[in-house]
Structures are given as structure tokens and as C-alpha cells.
């Protein structure tokens, strides 16, 4: 079930950040460029033009809460098979 969140949430992430970083090329070329290279500047963009981002942000964070979910999730499933690699594991 975790890996299943994880997939369902990356892509609703992915679908949200595209959205985003389309409105900001609609805004400026540098605002659109600074979405796809820059780390939270499509998330800043998006808290900056509220009006236009409210929804591609909130599709954005809840892909997000469905991705941290997943994660804590499959980790068992993943320390698991590392002790049973006979990976030491942290």
C-alpha cells in the first residue's frame, strides 16, 4: 500500500508542479525557468499569484501529503529487505 501512495502521490505532485511552473511561463520567461531549476521558486511563484495557483498548489500539497505518507509506509518494507540482504542498515 505504501508504494501505491508514493506512485499516486509523485504523480499528483508532478501534474501540480507542471501546472505551476505553465502559469509561471505565462507570467515570464524567468519566473518559468526559475520553476523548473530552482528549488521552491514554483511554490513561491504559486504563493505569489495566489488567485491563479490556488488550485495547482493544493493538488501540488496534497500529492505531497500522499508522498510523505507512503514513504513512512514503505519503509519497513524497505529495512526489511535490507536485514534480510544482510545490508547493515543505520
Known amino acids: 500500500m505504501g508504494l501505491i501512495l ?3 502521490g509523485g504523480l499528483t505532485m508532478l501534474a501540480g508542479f507542471i501546472w505551476i511552473v505553465v502559469n509561471a511561463f505565462k507570467t515570464s520567461v524567468l519566473w518559468g525557468l526559475g520553476s523548473l531549476f530552482v528549488p521552491l ?3 513561491i511563484f504559486a504563493i505569489m499569484n495566489w488567485a491563479t495557483n490556488k488550485t495547482p498548489f ?3 500539497a496534497g500529492g505531497l501529503v ?3 505518507i507512503g514513504i513512512v509506509m514503505y519503509l519497513p518494507t524497505l529495512q526489511a529487505a535490507a536485514n534480510a540482504a544482510g545490508t547493515p542498515t543505520g
Open 6 to 8: 508514493l506512485c499516486i
Open 41 to 43: 521558486v514554483a511554490q
Open 58 to 60: 493544493l493538488i501540488w
Open 66 to 68: 500522499l508522498y510523505i
